[in-house]
C-alpha cells in the first residue's frame, strides 16, 4: 500500500516539503519526516492550496509567520515557519508568493543579505533517529516497535527507497542525520551493497554507523565488511530478525556504545 496518499490526506499536519529530482521528504508539524518517491512537482498538483516558494521548497501557508524581501533584486527572499524553519523564495516567485499569502496574517520585513537557495534550519540540538531500509513489512513493523520499546528517545524511520537514500540524507542538516542506520541487504543486494559504498565515500554520511543485514552466507557477511558496513549480522531471508535480535542491536548501539554526536563532537565519530 502507497504511504503517500495517506500522508496527502492529512494536509494539516504537514509543514513542508524538501526536494530534488524524484524524491522529496516530508516535514510534519510534529516533528517527523517522511521520505516520499515521488518529485516535489507531483506534491505541489495533489496540494494546490500549498505554495511553492522555491524549486526545492513547497509550504503549507496556514504556518506561515512572516517573510522578508529580497534585499536586492539578484538575491532570494526568506519565509518564516511558526515552528521557525526558514526557507528561500525564489527572486522570480516572489511576487507569486507574496499574491498567494495575501489572506494570512504575517509580517513582511526587508531581509539581511543573503544568497544561499537552500533550506536552512534553525539552530537545534541533535535529533536521535533510526534510520531502517528494508522492502520486508514484517521486519520494519517489527523493528519499529522493538526500538520504541526499548529506545523510546529515538525517532524510528523506514524507507525502501535505496538508490536514493544517501542522497536525500545529504539534504539533510547536520543535527537531524541519523544515528543509526539499518540496511537490509537481504534482498536486492547489489543494490543495498551500492548504497553502503556511497553511504561510506560521503564525507557528510561516513561516520553514520551502519548495520548490514545478510542472507547466511560466507561471502555475504565478507561483501558487507569489505564495503564497511560497521556490523553485519547474517540471517534467513523469512522472519530472520527476531525480537531478541532487534533488542540487542538497539541496547548495544543506543545505550552501552554511547555514540558521539555531532553536537559534542561537530560529526559522528567513525567506528570501523
Known amino acids: 500500500m502507497s504511504v503517500i496518499k495517506p500522508i496527502l490526506q492529512q494536509p494539516d499536519q504537514i509543514a513542508y516539503f524538501s526536494g530534488a529530482n524524484n524524491y522529496c521528504w516530508t516535514y510534519f508539524r510534529d516533528g517527523g519526516k517522511k521520505l516520499l518517491a515521488k518529485p516535489i512537482s507531483y506534491i505541489e498538483d495533489q496540494l494546490p492550496a500549498f505554495i511553492r516558494v522555491h524549486k526545492t521548497a513547497l509550504v503549507n501557508p496556514s504556518y506561515v509567520t512572516k517573510l522578508y524581501q529580497p534585499p536586492r533584486k539578484k538575491m532570494s527572499g526568506k519565509i518564516y515557519l511558526d515552528s521557525g524553519e526558514v526557507l528561500p523564495v525564489s527572486r522570480r516567485r516572489w511576487d507569486y508568493v507574496v499574491k498567494s499569502l495575501e489572506n494570512y496574517t504575517l509580517s513582511t520585513q526587508h531581509s539581511e543579505e543573503s544568497s544561499d537557495l537552500t533550506p536552512s534550519h534553525p539552530s537545534k540540538t541533535q535529533t536521535l533517529s533510526v534510520y531502517m531500509l528494508t522492502t520486508h513489512e514484517g ?15 529515538y525517532q524510528f524511520h523506514t524507507t525502501d527507497q535505496s ?28 543494490e543495498r551493497l551500492s548504497t ?14 551502519v548495520i548490514l543485514f545478510v542472507l547466511p552466507t560466507d561471502q555475504a557477511v565478507i561483501d558487507g565488511y569489505m564495503h564497511q558496513a560497521n556490523s553485519v549480522i547474517s540471517a534467513a531471508p523469512v522472519h530472520g530478525l527476531s525480537d531478541d535480535l532487534l533488542q540487542r542491536i538497539c541496547l548495544f548501539w543506543l545505550h552501552m556504545v554511547q555514540l558521539p ?12
Open 163 to 190: 538508490v536514493f537514500l544517501p542522497h536525500m540524507l545529504e539534504m539533510l542538516p547536520e543535527a537531524e542525520l541519523p544515528t543509526l542506520l539499518l540496511l537490509d541487504a537481504r534482498t536486492a543486494t547489489r
Open 196 to 209: 553502503l559504498h556511497r553511504l561510506k565515500a560521503s564525507d557528510k554520511l561516513r561516520s553514520i554507523p
Open 139 to 153: 521486519s520494519y513493523k517489527l523493528a519499529q516497535k522493538v526500538f520504541q520499546k526499548n529506545c523510546p528517545d
Open 261 to 272: 554526536t555531532a553536537k559534542t563532537t561537530g560529526r559522528f565519530a567513525p567506528f570501523y
